[in-house]
């Protein structure tokens, strides 16, 4: 147990506690109640300085460059930094406040520069170049991180001329600067936007689940009554049930038109740089455009090869997608309306239909799928896959009492980490749904378990009631628990090639993979349960969800490969022009593949966060549909051996996807446990799109 002089305040950053190996709390899980807002300036000073000297001392190195001097030397400095930034940007993506944010973008250049110092440092890139991996006799592993620091390096501009690498380095701080405003931009306009409902009226059509939900949004905020707001667990319900059209269009365009409102928090002159600042980046480095820069370093390796993935989808998914539209216009038809089916009304229709046609009930389902058991439900089959347990901790450190911790075992006992599930929506968190870790798995600083957390949004129920999950939430948690096995399983000693840290378009596989178990009969028998009574989902309601699976698919696909051939449009303009019009750009891109008008992009560039927080998924939204290629033909590894917890499969999928991290190159990694490349037709069956 921590004493209190050791985790205490006020002496955190006096003492550089971020600097021990390991925090003196139990599981070394950082200690939150302790850290302070004012903590993290001095802390990240220190954590920098002490990076910088390090670096500096393995530059300076006069003895011959060997992989222990200088790469894993590397390997091993940074350790205060890591363990700074980690709390850090953990807090500023589920729990900020204004202090954090003031933080945050003062932070984020000076972080920038620190990398560009470190990757465009001459005497480096020298030692580093004049590792010999052959007369040292180097382990395959050794070779693995050598080669990804050289390309790391010679990406980041360490081979440019001084004057490219300036530009570079200033590049590099303008781009965090944007970065962090687009966020927070971002998160501004999701928190600052209500839709109060009213009166019965404007509450008309909404099940008790959403009405309950609206009204813990509406008391999180100390406001009467009952507000939808724009995190997608309320309103995307909301479009499916309110018949109040007025009402639907209202919160339809405020959501849509998140960042682009006029004012201070308007993020289309910040797209608009960013896409500039790239194309220019990518110029330097030697590339055609920044989508070419990108995918050299992934597994598609060229922006043809994704180009052509989203096209091969596209063509019946559109097609799909138009059928469904004349069905939901002959539902409105049917209704004694005359209107045209909007975005707005999408949704809405898209459930009356599904109820006609598959006599499925969205709050029918969300009785048997309660959060508990879904939480379960994901370990329960990590248990069956993998041999691992969980246990709730009560007491540990945690950054928000919603925060749940579990120690995760092996069938032996021995630890394998820490899984942090923080479930609910509020208005101090981001949008969306994350994995992250505040501490990755490694053996080179000793044995070091990781610590992972599980970031969502959902909806909370009142006090004393079961939060109900839709199909899609739990397929969302049964995702985001992959990327957290990813984490939790890795099996590596350096730190680079630790967990999720692969080619992005192949680190959707182990989440995107872990959501069919989800849609297991098998699995859904055990653990969809009714919230009050506890008993299974009826067979016959269990057989019509399983049978809609792929009802709506073409809107589906739509609105999400309309997003990914926007991003990648975007990211192939080679000029990179100043001044760019994005809501133009957007509207001419759609138009050129002909997108139905009744249909929204998933994300609009003006709130894209995947695309413009940072550079993780720029020219790389086609990712989710590269790995989801993947995904849909491993799984049928578990249906061709029969078993859907095959332990010989189990075995494989754990070798060389789960537990290797970047150990292997993507499609060594993938034909290790295949036997061979997928093929695109598991994918279109999964989506209904096959022809
Ligand atoms: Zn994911």
């Known amino acids: 147990m921590p004493d209190a002089a050791e985790a205490g305040l006020p002496s955190l950053p006096q003492d550089n506690s971020f600097r021990e190996a390991r925090w003196s709390t139990p599981f070394g899980i950082p200690p939150f109640e302790q850290i302070a807002p004012e903590h993290y300036q001095p802390a990240f000073e220190a954590a920098l300085a ?25 390997e091993r400095a940074g350790q205060a930094l890591e363990r700074v930034a980690g709390v850090f940007y953990n807090l500023t993506g589920s729990h900020t406040n204004p202090e954090l944010q003031a933080i945050e973008r ?43 620091y050289r390309i790391r390096f010679r990406r980041a501009g360490a081979t440019l001329e001084p004057d490219a690498k300036t530009r570079i380095a200033e590049i590099a701080a303008r781009m965090s600067e944007l970065g962090t405003k687009f966020s927070q931009n971002l998160l501004a306009d999701e ?35 009952h507000v939808i707001t724009l995190s997608r667990s309320l309103i995307e319900p909301f479009l499916v049930f309110s018949t109040r059209r007025d009402l639907r269009e209202r919160a339809y365009a405020a959501w849509t038109r998140r960042g682009e409102n006029g004012g201070e928090t308007d993020n289309r002159a910040i797209a608009a740089e960013i896409i500039q600042l790239r194309a220019e980046r990518a110029r330097l480095l030697g590339f055609d455009s920044f989508a070419h820069f990108a995918l ?41 309306h005359n209107f045209t089916l909007q975005a707005h009304d999408w949704r809405h229709y898209a459930e009356k239909v599904r109820r006609a046609e598959h006599d499925l009930d969205e709050s029918e389902i969300k009785a048997y799928l309660p959060l508990e058991r879904m939480i379960q439900a ?62 990755s798995q490694e053996r080179l600083n000793g044995p ?18 079961s939060t109900l999950l839709s199909f899609d939430d739990a397929r969302t948690l ?68 399983l049978a809609a699976r792929t009802f709506n698919q073409g809107f589906a696909t739509v609105e ?16 990179g022009e100043a001044g760019l019009d994005v809501p133009a750009f957007e509207a001419e891109a759609l138009r050129r593949i002909s997108m139905p008008a009744e249909i929204g992009m998933r994300h609009r560039t003006p709130h894209f966060a995947h695309i413009f927080s940072g550079d993780g998924y720029a020219a790389g939204y086609y990712s989710y549909l590269w790995s989801e290629v993947l995904d849909a033909d491993a799984f049928d590894a578990f249906r061709e051996a029969g078993d859907i917890f095959d332990p010989e499969t189990a075995k494989r999928l754990r070798t060389f996807v789960y537990g290797a991290g970047n150990l292997r190159d993507p499609r060594e990694a993938y034909t290790a446990f295949r036997g061979r490349m997928p093929s695109i037709e598991p994918l279109l069956k999964k989506r209904g799109l096959a022809a």
């Open 478 to 545: 049964f995702h985001e628990f992959g990327h957290a096995l990813h984490g939790l399983l890795s099996d590596v000693t350096y730190p680079l090639l630790s967990g999720t840290a692969v080619a992005r378009d192949f680190v959707e596989l182990p989440s995107q993979l872990y959501e069919h178990w989800l849609e297991q009969p098998e699995v859904l028998r055990t653990h969809a349960r009714h919230h009050q009574t506890g008993e299974a989902m009826p067979d016959a309601l269990l057989q019509k969800l």
């Open 296 to 336: 050299d370093d992934t597994m598609a390796a060229s922006p043809d090869a994704a180009t052509g993935l989203l096209r091969d989808v596209w063509t019946p998914a559109r097609a799909r997608a138009g059928d469904e539209r004349d069905r939901l216009q002959a539902a409105i038809q049917d209704e004694g």
């Open 378 to 439: 994901a370990f329960d089959t990590a248990s069956r896959l993998f041999g691992l347990t969980f246990e709730e901790l009560a007491d540990v450190p945690r950054y928000h009492p919603d925060v749940r911790v579990w120690r995760v075992g092996n069938p032996d006992g021995s630890e394998v980490g820490l899984f942090l599930g923080d479930y609910f929506a509020r208005a101090t968190k981001r949008s969306g749904a994350w994995m992250s870790a505040f501490r």
């Open 191 to 225: 928190s600052s936007f209500t839709l109060p409902l009213e009166t019965e009226d404007d509450l008309a059509g909404l099940p008790p689940f959403l009405r309950a939900a609206a009204r813990s949004a509406a008391e999180e905020r100390g406001l009467e009554g």
């Open 448 to 465: 070091i378990t990781p610590i992972i957390v599980n970031v969502m949004n959902f909806a909370k129920a009142p006090e004393g009631e």
């Open 50 to 74: 002490a990076h910088a000297t390090e670096i500096d001392a393995i530059a300076a190195e006069t003895a011959p460059a060997t992989f222990a001097n200088t790469v894993a030397a590397m």
């Open 560 to 575: 999400y490969t309309a997003s990914a051939i926007v991003d990648m449009t975007l990211h192939l303009s080679a000029e």
């Open 106 to 148: 003062e932070i984020g250049p000076k972080l920038a520069r620190h990398g560009s110092a470190i990757y465009l440092n001459p005497q480096l890139w020298a030692r580093i170049s004049a590792v010999d991996a052959e007369a040292e006799g180097l382990g395959p592993e050794e070779r693995r991180v050598l080669d990804r």
